[in-house]
């Protein structure tokens, strides 16, 4: 009889198990090479000379492979990650590649999920009027997760009791026209407060560097002016206060500002970035990609101004010593169920705040630093536009006021035309869909990602001319009598992400955010 021992290398169980370590060590310092066979073995898989020869058969894989849009060939478990991460930025990699397969819609497989990216309005309203049900949900990121305090909030909840229960308390007591005329004084107190900081950066900078215009102005940070005026006006509105801190005296943020508004902004630009953890969950512990890491200190920073503000003023009503309502952070607290009780927990309530300033920040700021970039950039557009402040406002004894607003067509223009050409991302918020669908004759599986390309709808040549040019005309109807509406009903571009048609719009939260950007635009040019 054969010993199965003898045929062992070690000469007990003792050494087998004291040589486990040493086999580990050998296969973690060859790491690489194991990497290497393996994205080899893959890349053999991937091959597309090698596919063509595999029979699939009839297999209903086949069939719905066989159906979906047109994309890059997926690896196989991992899909096109590997693409995307060697590609920065990704959507530029996505709209070149669309570009090359000339496809106005297409599949990108990101671990199990499809990721479907759109540049044509008419596909767009398939999915977001056809099938607004279908499509009305949002995906669960690491990103999100953070920013929404767990998906308590209506930006980037996925659909269900949750999403509904907010949208209802949202829609009926703060985003309503009632509400937007109770906050008027708020905003123009911080419209005022605009001119005064820009004109004290003209003579403050004229007198520390000595350089002036010959119309006497200055060199000042439009981005910081435009970002600025954004964040004072959503603090006024959600807390009734401008300042953190003490400020400036010029008008001017302090570091406290400072500090929230960059949070804010930093935390937006990776609510959907494309990271690893949000398409292979089981990577999340280990933070590749760094993305966790500044999220939550971003929205650590973001939280630690605003809950404090929330927790004291809880007490406030609590105790007896508020007694009408002056901001939305007290319309929240007042919001009551149908049986009379507090509509929302204080989680909830922190978390729809942030939401609230998110949603009202970025896009205002963006439209207003590009539109007044392109005026600056082309003097005659400039011109018309301060010219039609001059015949609308006319004694310029006064300054323009959010009800000169309808009467300024050609400025409205310029900001629909900044929105189109220069969009604050280049995706719109990703819509799941719920269930299986076809759309534009493609099989568009459950759990799939629709990504709106704001910069593929906004600057598609089939739908616009010359759609790189910077044209304010293009959106005034029969002249300039014709009222222009900041709002895209055809979505030949976006401006906001909507959490599905016939639902809670993000357009109707950011009703205020529209104002700011006219506002802003108006005031700098006057």
């Not at 909030?153 to 937007?180: E, F, H, Y």
């Not at 910081?224 to 603090?235: E, L, P």
């Not at 009222?483 to 571009?493: A, G, P, S, Y």
Request: one cysteine or more; aromatic letters at 8%; hydrophobic letters at 40%.
């Amino acid at each position: 009889m054969i010993s199965f021992q003898t045929l062992l290398p070690w000469s007990s169980l003792t050494d087998y198990f004291a040589i486990i370590p040493v086999a580990l060590l050998v296969l973690i310092s060859h790491s690489t090479i194991v990497l290497v066979l393996l994205f080899s073995l893959l890349f053999l898989v991937k091959s597309k000379h090698i596919t063509r020869k595999i029979n699939y058969g009839q297999s209903s894989k086949a069939k719905l492979a066989s159906h979906l849009p047109p994309g890059p060939t997926p690896w196989p478990v991992i899909g096109n990650l590997p693409e995307i991460r060697r590609n920065k930025p990704a959507f530029r990699w996505i709209l070149g590649l669309m570009k090359q397969l000339d496809t106005d819609i297409a599949c990108i497989r990101l671990g199990n999920t499809h990721v479907i990216p759109v540049t044509c309005p008419e596909i767009a309203r398939e999915f977001l009027k056809k099938h607004d049900s279908v499509f009305a949900s949002r995906p669960l990121t690491m990103a999100t997760e953070y920013s929404s305090r767990g998906f308590l909030s209506i930006a980037v909840a996925p659909w269900g009791d949750q999403w509904k229960k907010m949208r209802k308390v949202v829609a009926s007591n703060i985003i309503n026209p009632q509400t937007l005329r109770w906050l008027l004084n708020k905003r123009i107190e911080e419209a005022d407060n605009l001119v005064k900081f820009i004109y004290n950066q003209c003579v403050n900078n004229t007198q520390d560097d000595g350089i002036a215009t010959a119309n006497g102005g200055s060199v000042i940070n439009l981005r910081h002016a435009a970002r600025q005026y954004t964040g004072n006006v959503s603090r006024k509105m959600m807390f009734n206060r401008r300042y953190f801190g003490n400020g400036k005296e010029d008008g001017g943020p302090g570091h406290e500002e400072e500090e929230h508004i960059e949070s804010i902004f930093t935390a937006l630009n990776y609510l959907y970035s494309f990271a690893l953890p949000d398409y292979v969950p089981w990577l999340r512990p280990l933070d590749l990609d760094g993305h966790e890491k500044i999220v939550s200190e971003c929205m650590r920073i973001v939280n630690s101004y605003h809950d404090p503000i929330i927790d004291d003023r809880v007490k406030q009503w609590s105790q007896g010593e508020r007694k009408e309502p002056e901001d939305l952070l007290d319309a929240f607290l007042l919001a009551k169920d149908s049986n009379g009780k507090p509509a929302l927990s204080i989680e909830e309530i922190k978390a729809q705040c942030t939401d609230l300033i998110f949603a009202a920040v970025d896009n205002p700021a963006n439209a207003a630093e590009w539109a007044m970039a392109e005026m600056i950039n082309n003097p005659e557009i400039l011109q018309k536009a301060t010219m039609e402040i001059d015949a609308v406002v006319g004694n310029k004894d006064r300054l323009v006021q959010e009800t000169d607003l309808p009467k300024l067509n050609y400025i409205t223009a310029c900001a629909r035309e900044a929105f189109r050409l220069h969009p604050i991302a280049p995706f719109n918020l990703p819509h799941v869909s719920n269930a299986d669908a076809t759309v534009a004759g493609y099989f568009i599986p459950k759990g799939s990602h629709v990504l709106l390309s704001r910069l593929g709808l906004g600057r598609n040549p089939k739908v616009w001319d010359e759609p790189l040019t910077f044209k304010p005309e293009r959106h005034l109807k029969e002249g300039s009598s014709c009222k222009v509406d900041l709002t895209e009903q055809e979505l030949r571009f976006r401006k906001e992400g909507v959490h599905g048609c016939g639902s809670w719009d993000r357009d109707d939260r950011n009703v205020v955010g529209q104002a700011d950007s006219r506002f802003y635009m108006e005031r700098a040019a006057w």
